[in-house]
């Protein structure tokens, strides 16, 4: 996409219509930002696109047909972001971008694009808001909103089955978690082709904590070796480093303290070539403890 294109795009609709920087962007961002929108030093998310489309008296998709090869739909991008702010964290973020798609008729008259946003609301219900329950059945909502008991499960319906079983782990109704996660394995196997590599990775290691739980040790090993498989097969690194902690944390339960000692040090390996040190100082002290584990083992 040219979003240069997009920018000057604006500044000629605010300019048509009598629009200030300053007053284009208020209650949307701030002068300076509409500035470098114009610019094309960068681009807007698409709420702030959103709401820029509505004070100049356009449809937002009138945006992302502007010199667009290949076309990148607005809903493609409202999904991106959510994804973005998802993965690291950012839920307050990410509730405002709910907030804000919530008075959009593009979302709202569309199940499966509501559908999108209950699903994230959701999250922060229970990220932020710490309810739990309401956060289940939210995610409810939003699965049955496309559900289709004669159609396979879509990628989106399996993500959301995932959340509900994580939460149900949560709680400790690891039996509920477990049938949830064989759901979406059997999905899987109706779904020949999987853009998100990752639902795979997720529900093998998801499967393998709730074995874990149940003390059936040796099961969860098999599913993250499974997991493992999978991710060298499909060349993608996501989970690597928690499968093999994973693994690791079996084998401390079975008091097989080299064997743990040794998928841990695997996992550092990975955590350390992704710059993640929240795991890695976690994996230290984790070490620490299985080694005094294993000196105080009888011989």
């Known amino acids: 996409m040219d979003y240069s294109l997009i920018g000057k795009k604006i500044k000629e609709l605010r300019k048509v219509v009598g629009l200030t920087q300053g007053e284009l962007g208020e209650g949307i961002c701030t002068q300076a930002l509409i500035s470098r929108i114009e610019k ?16 100049l008296g356009v449809d937002v998709n009138y945006f992302f047909e502007i010199g667009m090869t290949p076309r990148l739909d ?3 991008e409202v999904d991106r972001q959510l994804k973005k702010l998802r993965v690291k964290l950012k839920f307050e973020e990410l509730m405002e971008m709910v907030k804000a798609e919530e008075k959009n008729p593009i979302f709202i008259k569309d199940n499966e ?11 922060y219900i229970f990220e932020v ?24 499960l879509s990628e989106r ?11 149900e782990f949560s709680g400790e109704n690891y039996n509920q978690s477990f049938d949830i ?14 853009n998100d590599k990752s639902i795979k990775t997720r529900l093998l290691y998801n499967i393998a904590r709730v074995l874990t739980r149940l003390g059936k040790y040796r099961e969860s090993i098999e599913r993250c070796e499974e997991a493992i498989k999978w991710c060298l097969e499909e060349e993608h690194l996501y989970g690597l480093g928690q499968l ?3 693994i690791g944390y079996n084998y401390e339960l079975e008091e097989s303290y080299d064997k743990a000692l040794e998928y841990l ?35």
Do not use: C
């Open 40 to 55: 094309g030093d960068i681009y807007p998310n698409a709420t702030a696109l959103y709401q820029i489309s509505k004070k």
């Open 74 to 76: 607005y809903i493609q």
């Open 113 to 123: 694009n509501l559908q999108l946003l209950l699903w994230h609301k959701g999250i």
């Open 129 to 152: 808001e710490k309810k739990r329950e309401e956060a289940i059945s939210t995610f409810y909502k939003a699965f049955h909103l496309t559900y289709d008991q004669k159609k396979a």
């Open 157 to 167: 319906e399996m993500e959301i089955l995932l959340s509900i079983g994580a939460l």
């Open 181 to 194: 996660y064989n759901r979406v394995k059997k999905g899987l196997k109706t779904n020949i082709k999987l």
């Open 244 to 246: 093999h902690y994973h």
């Open 265 to 299: 040090d695997q996992s550092f390996l990975i955590f350390e070539m992704l710059r993640d040190k929240k795991y890695l100082t976690y994996l230290i002290k984790k070490k620490e403890e299985i080694i005094i584990k294993k000196e105080m083992q009888p011989s």
